[in-house]
């Protein structure tokens, strides 16, 4: 039982190296120098070759074996030679500091040596793009290193006169088999690893050419419309007998289109820019309150009365115009999810240095899929509508550090929270 033990310890020692590695270091640092990636995984392997080596497997007093081999080739299969030399330097400093006969030592060394090159000759074999065929000559390898340990012990064992026993050679095949099993496992698992981190890839990618896809053809729509009534308007104005009246009107008109057309690329460029230009220390309040004016004919259109309750220095880093654009938005959404009227509520607070907008209007509602693909690039929840003002939205509040919170109930009403990082009313003086 306690040899059943340890092989299972010596197993999973390496299996933990392995995915330790690929879950703190793979999955989250992708932009991690490959050199300092080398070293990492280099580390992790001599610690495993380590704690294999302190935990051997013991078949019978005076022979024992270890995994420290299936480290040592991880290194040299996946990475190169000098990763490699980190763990044979573990393992040699290992074996000095654990002392014993010199015979023994320099068998152990000569030991790691033999099997290194026999995994750099085999290494084509190993790195096949059949994952099958992989697992099944690495299992292979795994037996021809155990044997080459084997038939190492045994002439060191010959070499010292240690009493050879009958079962000896059975044990050495043992080892050798449950090293083939265990090196086929764990190549297994690392081929499984790439095969993961491949798709993934290829996920994201298809993701990022889908998305630019709908971007490009939401941004083209978009634009042709402005341009296409202004073109219009162009080829009135270009016939004879007009009169001064009518082409002060169509002017005015293309202008307006166009001013359309340029307010859709700035959305778009706000929505693309990493950083926002002119951030500076502002009150939202007055703000807040210049953006509720400039709705109010919208709101008297659609019945809806507008209620204010706002602190005093609600203090904020931002940018003055995109971020009385994000309130203009928000309010008219919560408008226009009341087509029969009622009351939109704009409460503006201070809680734990944090400025808190509640935006709660009482309509129609979303369902939790709209909530969660809220902000998402051109999805919106109207009929006419590109989901433009909502993706700019999220953008800007991101980029002030902000958190937008939507609690919504189909029928009864949505609650918009902006939690904004507040500054002291002594640092706005």
Known sequence: MNFINQLLLNMLIIISAITLFQIFWINRKQNMDALLNQVIFAVLCSLAALFCMSHPMKLTEGLQFDFRIIPLALCLLYLHLRPALIVAAFIAVYLFYIGGSTVVLYGNLLSCICCGVLVLCCKPWMLLDNRTRNVVNATAIGFMLGVVTSILTYCIQVWVDVTMLPVYPLYYLVYSLLQGVTFGFVIRIVEQIKENMLLRKQSQDTDKINVLSGLAASFAHEIRNPMTVARGFMQI????????????????????????????????????????????????????????????????????????????????????????????????????????????????????????????DHGVGMTQEEIRRLGTPFYTTRDKGTGLGMMVTYRVIQMIQGKIDVTSEVGKGTCFSLLIPSLPVKSYH
């Open 237 to 360: 104005l270009k016939q004879p007998g007009i009169s001064e009246d009518k082409r002060q009107i169509y002017t005015s008109m293309v202008v307006e289109e166009i001013d359309k057309a340029q307010t859709i690329v700035n959305d778009y460029l706000t929505f693309a820019k990493p950083q926002l230009e002119a951030i500076e220390l502002l009150d939202a309040k007055p703000l807040i309150q210049k953006a509720v004016q400039s709705i109010k004919p919208f709101a008297d259109l659609y019945h809806v009365e507008v209620e204010t309750q706002l602190d005093d220095k609600l203090i904020i880093s931002a940018n003055r115009d995109k971020f009385i654009q994000c309130m203009t938005h928000l309010f008219k959404n919560g408008i226009e999810a009341m087509p029969d009227g009622g009351k939109l509520q704009i409460i503006g607070t201070v809680q734990n240095q944090s400025v808190c907008i509640d935006i709660i």
